[in-house]
């Protein structure tokens, strides 16, 4: 059997192998056999989702393969990732289930799981319950069939979880803020928790259709969001992705502010308070050389790790840090959640112009981006363009290029079949041609 998991659980088109209601079955059942080995008599598994159509289907067959082994399922309906790490913990279950592919299309979908604790699986218990979905499980036997149940109050528990993190001395009076959900799960969540903080709240992306998740909108299309912000002459605005564990930020100018800037921003007033674990955030390598040079100038660390918040959380947890994320808006403070949380970290960015009366075009403006380049270029099944004798060499004469004043980042994509390359430099075309040179030579390994 082929590796399921990637960098963030399994992923891929809805109705194609791995995401298949038949391998979802598989996994419910294997997944439901590895957290009920204990011998005791009560397991619980929470189960949330995003909007995408194809929800419907993985949850019915992963509730169906979950029960099948004597796990008592609880289903949040849609309700923002973040929701189901908190749920999981505080309703006491063995395992959270996550429906979603972030911010893929529509027609794409995915599966991440929480242990107990909250946090997201380590890889080496991923590679267990692959075995145990090859291997195929026993099911329990019929007087030990679990069951399943609605929760209808998963939303408002997130919520007041969510609020409870904002400084209870401030409130959002005053505040205009446009928050494009992404069509995604948080709908419903975003605009309610802003506006019971005080905000007056201007929602776009909030009517899902099944079909209309990151259509146009949220973190990766923000476009509509800085149109809007410009329009009603709003002060921020918050773009979710469509299952609301990350965030892009928007001034009042409807430009924007990636993750390294906030982190930029926390990071020092954090330091600033005595609030930041040993001096450092945690960061992916996909982050600037800016935010790096940021954060020595006030005698802090950056701690990289591979891309993926889940590798960001395991450095977080084993270096005792708790501020970390990722350039693409996963925002990880573990003194409030054990996972990105898009909607917790515009929170803690309101919160921080209200303390300082700033506007948003000042706090996301904290250092000057070293210059940084990213191309994907994207691969069939079964190719492997990056053990190709050329593409290895252009990549070599590319690092030796931008040596010493820059960098270069080659990794394959652990969601889709791409390679994507990236490189940071102070030569902006010198950088370019770099990227280009490479780019190339995979695109021809790939059409050879």
């Known amino acids: 059997m082929d590796k399921l998991f990637g960098t963030d659980g ?63 399922v609880l289903l949040l309906g849609p309700v923002p990732t973040p929701a189901v790490g908190l749920l999981t913990r505080s309703m006491r279950a063995d395992l959270g289930v996550m429906i979603s592919a972030s911010h893929n299309p529509a027609v794409d979908n995915g599966i991440k799981f929480f ?28 007087k030990d069939i679990g069951r399943a149940k609605r929760i209808d109050d998963g939303r408002f528990r997130y919520i007041e979880r ?22 995604g799960a948080a709908y419903r969540v975003a605009p309610e928790a802003l506006w019971e903080l005080g905000a007056t709240v201007i929602p776009v992306g909030v009517s899902p259709n099944g079909h209309n998740i990151n259509d146009g909108c949220g973190s990766t299309h923000p476009r509509m969001a800085a149109e809007t912000v410009v329009a009603h002459g709003a002060d921020v605005g918050i ?14 100018n409807g430009e924007i502010g990636d993750g390294d800037q906030f982190m930029a921003l926390m990071a020092a007033r954090w330091a600033s308070e005595d609030r930041l674990a040993n001096k450092a955030l945690v960061a992916t390598v996909m982050s600037n050389l800016g935010l790096e040079h940021f954060l020595a100038d006030k005698g802090l660390r950056l701690e990289r790790t591979a891309v993926g918040d889940r590798y960001v ?35 803690q960015f309101l919160a921080e112009m209200m303390r300082s009366g700033q506007p948003a075009s000042r706090l996301l403006h904290n250092f000057e981006p070293v210059p940084q380049l990213l191309k994907n270029v994207r691969f069939s099944a079964g190719q492997a363009p990056l053990d190709v004798e050329n593409v ?57």
């Open 10 to 72: 399994v992923r891929g088109t809805a109705n194609t192998h791995p995401m298949t209601a038949e391998m979802a079955l598989r996994i419910g059942a294997a997944v439901g056999r590895y957290f009920s080995r204990d011998g005791s008599s009560v397991h619980r598994v929470v189960i949330g989702k995003d909007t995408r159509l194809s929800g419907y289907m993985f949850e019915n067959a992963l509730t169906a393969g979950l029960t099948s082994t004597g796990m008592n």
């Open 115 to 142: 242990g107990p604790d909250g946090f997201k699986l380590s890889d080496q218990m991923e590679a267990d319950i692959e075995a145990l979905i090859s291997a195929g499980v026993s099911p329990a036997e019929a």
């Open 162 to 183: 969510v609020k409870s993190s904002f400084p209870r001395q401030q409130s959002l009076d005053g505040l205009k803020v446009v928050v494009d959900c992404a069509n």
């Open 313 to 347: 959380v395991e450095r977080m947890r084993a270096g005792g840090f708790n501020l970390g994320g990722e350039q693409s808006g996963h925002i990880v403070m573990s003194d409030y959640a054990t996972t990105g949380d898009g909607l917790m970290a515009g929170l």
């Open 392 to 448: 290895k060499a252009a990549i070599a004469q590319a690092e030796a290029e931008l040596a010493g004043r820059g960098r270069l980042l080659i990794r394959k994509s652990g969601t889709e079949p791409l390679v994507r390359v990236m490189a940071e430099h102070e030569d902006a075309a010198l950088m370019e041609r770099a990227v280009n040179s490479v780019v190339e030579a995979i695109a021809d390994a790939i059409s050879a």
């Open 239 to 252: 773009c979710l992705d469509g299952d609301a564990d990350r965030v892009i930020l928007l001034d009042e």
